[in-house]
Nanobody, 115 residues
Framework: QVQLVESGGGLVQAGRSLELSCTVVGSIFSIDAMGWYRQAPGKQRELVASVTSGGTTHYSDSAKGRFTISRDNAKNTVYLQMNSLKPEDTAVYIC?????????WGQGTQVTVSS
């Protein structure tokens, strides 16, 4: 059983920063990729950033240069540092992990960026 516990969302003004965290609890062995998706109202869920167990990162074009994903394997936690936030970053941010080819999702945390 894998559960994901997310935190760090909130309301922030444009240009400010937020850090999201997602901790894996339960069966923590053999977690492969960890990542963050987001879904804005009326839009499809999209990948924001991901990091493999080996540390290789991938970013969406909108996240490049502003967001940084990192993971602490000792704490079974993945972080998303978001800087220079824009109103268009407003969405529910959802943590995702892969284990043995299966995907697990968090409940999501709301990020709202005011102009």
């Amino acid at each position: 059983q894998v559960q994901l516990v997310e935190s760090g969302g909130g309301l922030v003004q444009a240009g400010r920063s937020l850090e999201l965290s997602c901790t894996v609890v339960g069966s923590i062995f053999s977690i492969d990729a960890m990542g963050w998706y987001r879904q804005a109202p009326g839009k499809q869920r999209e990948l924001v950033a991901s990091v493999t167990s080996g540390g290789t990162t991938h970013y969406s074009d909108s996240a490049k240069g502003r967001f940084t994903i990192s993971r602490d394997n000792a704490k079974n936690t993945v972080y998303l540092q978001m800087n220079s936030l824009k109103p268009e970053d407003t969405a529910v941010y959802i943590c995702n992990v892969e284990k043995y080819g299966l995907e697990y999702w968090g409940q999501g945390t709301q990020v709202t960026v005011s102009s």
